[in-house]
């Protein structure tokens, strides 16, 4: 008994599926972490009502650095694995997108290709735009 073929958009689906679970779930795990470590640490989120408003009012504290955002994570500070967790997030619908354009690439659908890698450059104008602004 022969198992029928299975559909070459059925494979697809099931790669970006898997993608978007495991963006989603490691991002989930990583801003959990990061808020309960948050929490534990002196100057964290615990600090109290003040320090809260500190990090979150106009002109906030919050470092928006490369250099804090690596030694945060080095020192595994929560709001760093936060922030990690958040670009982790943001990433994964791009990534998706990058994965369909290989996948349409590996089995040489032409359109699909030039479709996914329009909206990849899409993506990425749009995230240049937003940096610039």
Do not use: C
């Amino acid at each position: 008994m022969t198992s029928a073929p299975r559909d070459k958009h059925a494979d697809i689906e099931d790669v970006i599926s898997r993608v978007l679970w495991v963006g989603v779930t490691t991002s989930l795990i990583l801003i959990s972490a990061g808020t309960l470590l948050s929490f534990l640490q002196a100057g964290g989120y615990g600090g109290g009502h003040a320090e809260v408003a500190r990090l979150t009012g106009t002109g906030g504290a919050f470092p928006r650095n490369m250099a804090w955002f690596v030694g945060g994570l080095v020192h595994a500070n929560g709001q760093a694995v936060i922030v990690l967790g958040l670009l982790l997030l943001i990433a994964t619908p791009v990534v998706r997108v990058a994965v369909s354009a290989l996948a349409f690439a590996r089995q040489r659908d032409r359109a699909y290709v030039a479709i996914t890698l329009v909206v990849l450059a899409l993506l990425g104008v749009s995230f240049a735009l937003g940096n610039a602004g």
